[in-house]
């Protein structure tokens, strides 16, 4: 990295305390590894979920579902 450049610098998504993106942050985009196990089990509780039409599971009625 050019020596005149500053490191991005942003919030972490968990608890928004500052987090520079070098070394120093191993666990970036979070600022610990805390912060990056409490998402991980929010989207293992299904707490967080990406928006969308839900996709077919092997017990759907798959016909169905294609050919509406």
């Given at each position: 990295m050019d020596a005149s450049r500053q490191p991005l610098s942003l919030k972490c998504p968990q608890c928004r305390r500052p987090v520079s993106w070098?070394?120093?942050?191993?666990f970036r985009p979070f600022c610990c590894e805390r912060c990056k196990l409490i998402d991980?089990?929010?989207w293992a509780n299904e707490e967080k979920v990406i928006p969308g039409a839900p996709i077919p599971t092997e017990n759907?009625?798959?016909e169905n579902f294609f050919f509406q």
């Open positions: 070098t070394e120093e942050y191993p991980l089990g929010e759907d009625d798959t």
